[in-house]
């Protein structure tokens, strides 16, 4: 009678890889968040030289450069808002600082902003040259698409008229001035954090979504409801001085853009003044980040929450969207979000100022 066989392991396959070449391995990977920046920049280069523009080192050195300038800023801020959540919260401040001292946490940080950086590239440059591409607009669809959802009432007449005179007006006109500012400091703090899984998965969904709503303009241009019904807003738009400024840059550089068209010339104009409505990333990024902070940060759903509603309501305040954009740049936010949590899957390590959130079950 013979004996069955069995499979004895190796030594190779009884010890684990030296950490040294885990951490090689992990060094040279690219994540999809990479992934997702270098063919949003690639994808952008090819399409636009495709069109007859051409895109070469000066359209690189106006967008990137002035983007690596601020990475010594973010990385300040990021740090800053860490240890002020964690003073507060009365969490260890030491481990902390153990661990953003070791040079696998600053290549981490770095290649997390690098490819937001390349991100910010592709989304200027396409939407910028929406008119020089697909001049053709959607405004008109979209004001009644607007009105049919809503049971014949335009959101953008309604809301200007309901809040004129309010303090709310000025309110949201500041908010609204504000969101960039509110964007580059929640990439600020989400990107710091310990918790890296954490961090690639959240720097995903922002390159997902960024990406994806630069396509849509392009696929789909409308100007926005200030911008083709300008007297609905004239009221409303005195209480709105910053509003009023910011809308007057973009219909100047958006004039420059016809211009070039026309006469197949153009040399002056800025890139990061394009103008597009549909989806809102203002409203879908306040969104994603409520997501996230949903998942993880408890503690701070309620504060996106509220950006989300003012952010809304200051689209449709300001006549920059359609209440159709809200709604919109909301779902390509939660599509990017699923597709963030999915891509990597199993629960990311622990960090005390992430909690992981607690399953509820029924008694």
């Known amino acids: 009678m013979s004996l069955p066989e069995i499979a004895v392991p190796t ?10 070449r885990r951490r090689r ?22 399409f636009l030289r495709a069109c007859g523009l051409r895109t070469d080192w000066q359209t690189v050195r106006y967008i990137v450069l002035p983007a690596l300038r601020m990475l010594p800023r973010a990385l300040l801020a990021g740090i800053g808002l860490h240890l002020l959540v964690r003073l507060l919260a009365r969490y260890p401040v030491r481990a902390y600082l153990h661990e953003i001292v070791r040079p696998r ?9 690098l490819a937001a950086v390349v991100m910010t590239y592709g989304y200027f440059w396409l939407k910028v040259a929406i008119p020089l591409v697909n001049p053709r607009l959607w405004d008109d ?31 949201l006109d500041r ?3 504000l969101w960039v500012a509110t964007v580059f400091y929640t990439l600020c703090f989400w990107s710091a954090g310990l918790d890296r899984r954490l961090a690639r998965r959240f720097m995903f969904s922002c390159v ?3 990406t994806f709503g630069s396509w849509i303009y392009m696929s789909v241009p409308a100007l926005g409801p200030v ?12 209480e709105m001085p910053l509003a009023g400024a910011g809308q007057q840059e973009l219909s100047e550089n958006y004039e420059l853009m016809l211009a070039g068209r026309r006469t197949g010339e153009l040399k002056r104009f800025n890139p990061t003044r394009g103008i597009a ?36 309501a200051g689209s449709l305040l300001s006549g920059y969207h359609y209440a159709i954009d809200g709604y919109a740049g909301m779902l390509l936010a939660w599509l990017c979000f699923r597709a963030a949590v999915w891509i990597e899957r199993g629960e990311p390590s622990e960090d005390p100022a992430f909690p992981k959130p607690v399953p509820v079950t029924a008694e």
């Open 11 to 20: 030594i190779a396959e009884e010890l684990p890889a030296p950490a040294s």
């Open 25 to 46: 391995a992990d060094f040279l990977r690219l994540y999809p968040f990479e992934i997702a920046a270098l063919a949003s920049m690639a994808l952008t280069i090819v």
């Open 105 to 113: 946490w600053w290549v981490s940080w770095l290649r997390l902003w």
């Open 141 to 171: 669809a979209l004001w009644n698409l607007d009105t049919r959802l809503h049971f014949g009432v335009s959101p953008s007449v309604f809301v200007p008229n309901l809040l004129l005179g309010t303090p709310l007006v000025p309110l």
């Open 175 to 177: 908010w609204y001035w």
């Open 208 to 210: 997902l979504l960024w």
């Open 227 to 238: 911008f083709v019904e300008p007297q609905t807003f004239a009221a409303v738009r005195h």
């Open 277 to 312: 409505a549909m989806p809102s990333l203002h409203v879908g990024a306040h969104f994603l980040f409520f997501l996230w902070a949903r998942r993880r940060a408890r503690w701070l759903a309620l504060v996106f929450a509220l950006a989300t509603a003012f952010t809304f």
